[in-house]
């Protein structure tokens, strides 16, 4: 079966012994049965990009103050948002590069050099000894970690056609799910010493270093994603495609390379004049800039004093909350989320889990005012709800994004994606932080006083993500 298949193709002059792309749809065409390895490998990878990005804000608010560069309790927040945006600002800079080198190097490269960064910038982020150290870091571990663009083009090509809607969901739930055991991690492990003492002691590394250890799990979790990557193949093609399926309706040869410009200048422009790509990518824009900021907010309004509004918990008390809200989302969307954008769409779904955020968040202020099991089950639940609605919307845009170009221009269209998200998502944790700060400063006001401003904010800017889900600025369309 195998030899008859490859004779077939050496035939048709589209199979190449020595193309690493071509044996993977060699093994897509004759392998029957679920892809376990393939969607667990990605699964892995994606989350292990992702715990680093939101692990450090449970103990953030602790790590500026033990920097004492913050002159006032109040300026934390405003030091905190620096700290946050920076990794954000790293992948920015980076994400195109990414995008190009596994374009033309594969996207195997790419993975190891992002799971790889996380082990050693992670590391090092969790050694910092001053805010500049954390800020430098912490921007390095953005630069170098490029991968989830590549990641998406990967699980599109990894996977045959009838699994590619699950491998897309693997991505985004992976990711979700990382953006929220990242931090309950941080909250669990930051400061042992002080959390755990009959387990570590205060002369120990993880004493002189209390931020040290949630960094080094990730770490050695990244580690071992990493030596299991080494054994995932590559998917790029190292040839040129004869077929008609490339650039078809250019009506060119590939073997021209006046030809080649001209396709490639096509497929540019035709992905920035692509409307519901466009329309798509900054509705996801928007709400990854509320959900990033969002992120960082709880974190500090968890941690803040009461007098400021806030809910006075330790970093373990705000790393219980991230865990149950992490295993909420986790039977969400693998149980429900599915049905829910099968039977209302994409785009419905965004806007309804966009709605209801907006309900959920307003309640942020009075559930400060609650204390004991009804404090609890307040802020548990709405921190379930609030991340599950969030994903459901993100999730849906992302969908929306990959439905509206072709399938041979979802890296590009992934890429150009990355590179808005990471610029907004790189705001949101400094202008959170400065808001936060200049909240707290103001508990006398007579309009939105203390944290009421802060949640005021964040509604209004995921209350402008819900008005653009309609028409006629988002639109779902449909390539093939």
């Known amino acids: 079966m195998a030899e008859e298949y490859t004779e077939c193709l050496l035939e048709n002059n589209n199979y190449h012994e020595d193309c690493p792309g071509c044996k993977v749809d060699q093994m897509k065409r004759l392998r029957r049965g679920f892809p376990f390895w393939e969607l667990s490998t990605i699964w892995i990878i994606v989350l292990c990009t992702a715990l680093p990005i ?56 790419v993975i190891l050099i992002g799971t790889a960064s996380v082990v050693i910038f992670n590391t090092l982020f969790g050694l910092s000894v001053n805010f500049w150290m954390a800020i430098i870091t912490r921007f390095c571990l953005g630069s ?51 959390q755990y003492p009959n387990l570590f002691s205060e002369d120990s590394i993880f004493g002189k270093f209390p931020f040290f250890l949630p960094c080094f799990a990730i770490s050695v979790f990244a580690f071992l994603v990493t030596i299991i990557s080494l054994w995932i193949p590559e998917t790029l093609h190292n040839h040129k495609f004869d077929d008609d399926q490339s650039f078809d309706a250019l009506k060119v040869s590939s073997n021209d390379p006046e030809s080649d410009q001209v396709a490639e200048r096509h497929e540019k422009s035709s992905l920035l004049n692509n409307w519901p790509l466009i329309s798509s990518i900054i509705v996801y824009c928007i709400f990854s800039l509320h959900d990033m900021a969002y992120t960082e907010i709880f974190s500090l309004w968890a941690n803040s004093p009461r007098k400021y509004g806030g809910l006075e918990y330790t970093t373990a008390d705000v790393g219980s909350i991230l865990a149950f809200s992490g295993f909420g989302l986790l039977i969400f969307q693998l149980s429900l989320y599915s049905y829910a954008e099968r039977f209302l769409g994409p785009i419905m779904v965004t806007r309804i889990s966009g709605s209801l955020a907006v ?23 709405a921190s379930v709800a609030k991340n599950v609605l969030s994903i459901s919307a993100i999730t849906g845009l992302f969908i929306l994004q990959n439905k509206a170009v072709r399938q041979d221009q979802r890296g590009a269209a992934n890429g150009i994606a990355m590179t808005a998200m990471s610029l907004f998502k790189a705001i949101g944790p400094a202008a959170a932080g400065i808001i936060f700060s200049w909240s707290e400063k103001r508990q006398d006001a007579s309009f939105l006083p203390g944290t009421q401003m802060v949640f005021f904010i964040l509604n209004a800017v995921l209350a402008l993500g819900v008005v653009l889900t309609f028409k006629p600025f988002l639109v779902e369309t449909r390539q093939q």
């Open 144 to 194: 170098f970690n490029g991968l989830l663009g590549p990641i998406k083009a990967y699980a599109m090509e990894i996977f045959r056609d009838e699994y590619q809607g699950l491998a897309l969901s693997a991505v985004s739930t992976a990711w979700g799910i990382g953006l929220i055991i990242g931090p309950a991690m941080g909250g669990f492990l930051a400061q042992p010493a002080k």
């Open 359 to 381: 309900v959920v968040l307003s309640c942020y202020p009075l559930i400060a005012k609650l204390s004991g099991f009804a404090l609890s089950l307040a802020v548990n639940s």
């Open 54 to 109: 939101s692990s450090l804000f449970p103990f953030l608010y602790f790590m500026i103050g033990d920097f004492n560069i913050a002159k006032k309790e109040e300026d934390i927040g405003f030091y905190a948002g620096f700290v946050g945006c920076s990794f954000m600002l790293g992948r920015a800079f980076t994400s195109v590069i990414w995008g190009i080198v596994a374009d033309r190097y594969g996207r195997k490269p």
